[in-house]
């Protein structure tokens, strides 16, 4: 079957074909990263203006690279959730619409869910059961996956995320938006000058809490008006230093408690370069395996929408017909999802 993969819950107009005999086919994203840099954050409305001038021309774009047309499509999946509710609504009512006129399926996915499977989009893909890490701009989880649609939610963030942790820090340090990746590659000219707490390093749980690190940071910078380079780049050193030291540390014992050897790691943050590094070394050491998706499928995407609809689909032993209704779920917690 090919599925239609439709991504358009924040700042990132995705899509994407998957054949579930020859794998994925083809995807294009549309970033609003540089429109929305000049207000310093994601501005809701002109997000969804934006998926609407895009989700078209990059419909046709995959079908284009993949030489199929509209009618060898079998079923479409697309985000309801959890994301902006505008920005949900366009790729939501395109897709449904679509579905209605070529009179196929639609499969409505979870963000996470996408997310959490698209380590299974690689060549050698981790197989069930194994601890996932969902780490970006708005979650920092643990979860453990024992296959489609049963989730066990091990660890949370009590605030904020780390993604959102890397971007106010980054705007401490004069960095800009998105802060994350700025605020990373300042780190790399950075030295151990400083020393930055470890939130809940110890706790005892799978927690997760950035925002007292963010706020030392904060009497850091107060402490240092005339900050140069150098010591903008010594505290995003050991900024990053900490939010991976507490990332690793909460992987390692999650696999320890679950008695799973399996680790993947997802979500925009989960493209760090460092926390990789820290990752690589600790599951080698306990004989372990941890998978990543390549770069690009960090982020938003429509090939992880488009993946984790064909595996809901396989897992159907019917598929239901569609009334091509639609509605958007702005707030959607992962643990509500259930197998197919």
């Known amino acids: 079957m090919l599925i239609l993969g439709v991504e358009s819950s924040c700042d990132e107009t995705g899509l994407a074909l998957y054949d579930t005999a020859l794998g994925l086919l083809s995807h294009a994203l549309h970033s609003q990263v540089e429109m929305h840099a000049e207000y310093g954050g994601v501005v809701p409305e002109l997000a969804s203006r934006d998926h609407i001038r895009r989700v078209l021309p990059l419909t046709e774009h995959v079908l284009k690279e993949a030489n199929k047309t509209l009618q060898d499509i079998d079923a479409i999946a697309y985000t309801q959730g959890p994301g902006l509710s505008g920005a949900l609504l366009v790729g939501t009512s395109f897709a449904e619409s679509l579905a209605f006129s070529l009179q196929i399926p639609t499969i409505c996915v979870h963000h996470l869910e996408g997310h959490l499977l698209a380590p299974l989009l690689e060549e050698n893909p981790p197989t069930f059961p194994f601890v996932a890490l969902l780490v970006s701009g708005g979650h920092s989880q643990l979860m453990r996956v024992d296959g489609i649609g049963q ?67 904060l009497t850091l910078v107060n402490t240092h008006p005339n900050l140069d380079e150098q010591t903008k780049a010594d505290i995003a050193w050991e900024f990053q230093e900490a939010v991976t030291e507490v990332l690793t540390t909460k ?14 790691v997802s979500g925009g943050v989960g493209a760090n370069s460092k926390l990789r590094e820290k990752l690589n070394a600790a599951t080698k050491r306990k004989h372990c395996t941890v998978s990543y998706p390549r770069l690009e499928f960090c982020t938003d995407n429509g090939a992880m929408i488009a993946f984790a609809g064909a595996m809901r689909l396989k897992a159907m032993q019917k598929i239901e017909d569609s009334d091509y209704s639609f509605s958007v779920k702005p707030r959607w917690d992962l643990g509500e999802l259930k197998a197919p």
């Not at 014992?253 to 799973?260: H, I, M, N, S, V």
């Open 251 to 264: 992987c390692m014992a999650a696999l320890r408690e679950t008695g799973l050897d399996n680790l993947i």
């Open 151 to 217: 989730y066990t939610l091990l660890g949370d963030t009590l605030d904020d995320a780390a993604g959102e942790a890397f971007d106010k820090t980054a705007k401490l340090l004069g960095l800009g938006y998105p802060g994350g990746p700025a605020l990373s590659k300042l780190a790399q000219t950075g030295k151990p000058r400083f020393k930055l707490p470890r939130p809940l390093l110890n706790s005892g749980d799978l927690n997760f809490s950035f925002s007292g690190l963010k706020t030392a940071v």
